[in-house]
């Protein structure tokens, strides 16, 4: 985990969090501090729930503006989609699994899928740092195959969590 470079204003939901966080702990999207969405990979009309960016590439959770269409995941650049979950015209329901974990002074939120044997999970972790007062953030993607890791990558930007709770926008 590194320390954020988030600026820490005054936050009811930080403020709770230090208060109670070893009685309870807030899932990692009521931490995270208001601030203006960053550089995605959603379209006109969309709402940014998660982006990032990681290798020179952009990771994005999108909420689609149409009621109940759930989430849509992109990675890459503007100029070149690698992976669009679900694929343009996907006639299966996609299947997103939203995993809120409490941790010491901090949280794991998680959203998981899975595409062709592989399992893409993006996720936001808050924690205490070193000194154990300062708060850590730590944001990014896993890949895994047959539960061996393949991938995992930090948000290079430092990742700004997730910008709504992920699990009111999955089935």
Known sequence: MRTSRKHWGFDWAAALS?????????????????????ASLCNAGEQVVFACAMEGKTLSLCRP??????????????????????????RVQPVFKVRDEPLIGGGLTSVAFQRSGYTYTVY????????????????????ERRGKTLRHSHCEDGGAGFLEPPAALVK
Request: charged share 15%.
């Open 124 to 143: 936001s972790r808050v924690g205490r740092g070193p000194d154990g007062v300062t708060p850590e953030f730590d944001d990014g993607l896993t890949v």
């Open 65 to 90: 503006s149409l009621p109940g269409n759930g989430l849509q995941y992109r990675f890459g650049s503007p100029a070149r989609l690698e992976l669009e979950y679900p694929a343009p015209g996907q």
């Open 18 to 38: 230090c208060c109670l966080g070893c009685c309870l702990a807030l899932p990692a999207w009521a931490q995270a501090p208001a601030q203006a969405p960053p």
